[in-house]
């Protein structure tokens, strides 16, 4: 601040306040930042239905090839160098919710 206070203090000028409904001339950097929309505060879900998460991702997996996933898992590279990035269940890779696939 000290060094800002040194160069400002060869110029001649003064410091109005306008208020900000008023200052038609404001930027982007005069504002305060809008870190969260308004729409991610409204909208919200009404029910969160564990039920229909599991079953939806058990009918997910019935579509794939559990073994031939489980094959590609244990001869990926990626996991091979980083084992403790996934948790192991069942003979699958998971992050978290997330299964991971190769």
């Not at 079953?55 to 094959?71: A, F, P």
């Not at 978290?96 to 696939?101: F, P, Q, T, W």
Request: with cysteine; charged share 20%.
């Amino acid at each position: 601040q000290a060094r800002w206070a040194l160069y400002f203090k060869r110029f001649n000028f003064k410091l109005k306040y306008i208020p900000g409904g008023t200052n038609f001339m404001a930027d982007a950097l005069s504002r305060l930042p809008q870190y969260q929309s308004t729409w991610d505060v409204i909208i919200q879900p009404l029910v969160e239905n564990e039920c229909c998460k599991t079953i939806e991702i058990s009918n997910r997996l019935k579509d794939i090839d559990l073994n031939v996933l489980h094959t590609h898992i244990t001869q990926d590279e990626w996991l091979k160098k980083n084992p403790s990035i996934c948790a192991y269940k069942n003979g699958l890779a998971w992050q978290g919710s997330k299964l991971y696939i190769p």
